[in-house]
Every structure is written in C-alpha cells, then in structure tokens.
C-alpha cells in the first residue's frame, strides 16, 4: 500500500508545480510591462536625461576632453537603451523563447526529472 501513497504524493507534488507554472507564466509577463512602463516612461526619460546631463558635467568638470566626455556619456546612454532593449526582447520573446514557451519548456522538464525519481524509486523496490 506504500506504493499507492507514494504515487498519489507525486500525483499531488506534479499538480503543484503545475499550478505554480500557471502563475509564474501569468504574472511574470504583467511584471515585465510593468518594468518596461516605468523604464520608458516620459518620467523616466526625463530623469534618464537628468542623469546623463549631470555625467557629463562631472566629465567635464574633472578635467576630461569634450571628445571623451561625450563619448563616455553616449556609453553611460548605451547602458539605459541597451537594458531596455534586453526587457523589451524579453517581452517579445523576440528571437528567444516566449513566455509560454519557457513555462512549457520549464513544465516537461519538471515532469521527466519527476518520472526519472519515479521510475528510481520503481527500481529500487
């Protein structure tokens, strides 16, 4: 009868995970509009142009050539755009996995990790 409560655990332990697989795959996409709202903001804009403005000026006024401050600000920039494009791509799925398809992909992992300790335990009675 051991084997009965084992299986009706795991049977138990599968729907969880799924369960929770549901909610990851529905809140994680909510959570990334949300990032790229506040990233992309007209609030945000401004205060990334505060802060490039201020680094710059700091640039300058330690001394640097306007040739290198420039560029370095235009990297500082880069940095903003180019963790905007990253959250923007995750968000797409572009060129990746979408959402559905890591949660698919992270479910039929889980459920052969769980038939490997299945049939590892099957094998060892």
Request: hydrophobic fraction near 30%; proline fraction near 2%.
């Amino acid at each position: 009868m051991m084997i009965d409560s084992d299986r009706k655990d795991r049977k138990v332990e599968a729907e969880n995970v799924r369960e929770i697989l549901s909610v990851v795959s529905s809140e994680v996409p909510t959570l990334i509009k949300s990032i790229l709202a506040s990233v992309f903001s007209e609030e945000a804009g401004k205060n990334m142009g505060k802060a490039a403005a201020a680094y710059y000026k700091e640039l300058k006024n330690g001394g640097l050539p306007e040739q290198v401050a420039v560029k370095l600000t235009e990297d500082y920039m880069r940095t903003f755009t180019s963790l905007g494009d990253m959250f923007r791509g995750v968000g797409r799925g572009r060129g990746e996995k979408s959402g559905d398809e890591i949660s698919e992909e992270i479910e039929r992992r889980i459920r052969e990790k769980l038939d490997k300790r299945k049939q590892e335990k099957e094998e060892d009675e």
